[in-house]
């Protein structure tokens, strides 16, 4: 019999960790994809790494939240055993790796944004969040460094190479604006310090992208209009046929231990 979805309690600290906790998961199992098929093998231990890297934040965010919550739930059931409607994720890391430059831009657009938010929340007055951002920073600078550097090598490169990341950020632009979205469920942890305001960090993260663009001969959309949803559970029809994998060994087998 198929393990049952489990129901969380989201109180606005559970939520708000586990909506970060959902954007790791969900962009690590992405970057797990091109495991044995990265254009290199450099490649393909680089973005294995960064999966793991993102993993790692995933359980340390998932079992703080079990904590939070208190209803017996560990990084496991959170992470396996909720509906899809259920994860929180931005919209933007959930969508499909297509091909490399696709991959490298939706990493560049997460992760100059989770260096800034990450590093914003080395002073959170959460004492877990707080150390949980201390390692994490590093990582994310890592993940921004790596992809950046690519994006560069890409459209600096040759015509092929420049046309498909520019059409990697054309597609994926309208998925950026989530990250800077606020809900009322964070505002009293933002006046607590314990969450960071996102608003606060878009004029520094675009800046960042100007100065990789102009490095890379491309160029940022003017368009404004953005897509919402993830973040209150409202996922394009990619985050369902994702889970049914990523859940797929838990579901069927609950509990199961090496």
Known sequence: MAAASITILETPLVLYTLRRADDALILGHRLSEWCGHAPMLEEDMALSNMALDLLGLARELYSYAGELEGQGHDEDKLAYLRDVRQY???LLVEQPNGDFAHTMVRQLFYSAFADLYWRAMMSSRDPTLLAIAAKSEKESAYHLRHSAEWIVRLGDGTDESRARTQAAIDDLWAFTGEMFALDDSERDLID????????????????TLSRIMIEATLALPTNDWM??????G?????????LSELQSMQRTFPGAAW
């Open 227 to 232: 897509q919402q949803g993830g973040r209150s």
């Open 192 to 207: 607590a310090g314990i969450a960071v305001d996102p608003a606060s960090l878009m004029p520094e993260w675009r800046n």
């Open 88 to 90: 929180r994720n931005l």
């Open 234 to 242: 409202r996922h394009s029809e990619h985050l369902g046929h994702l």
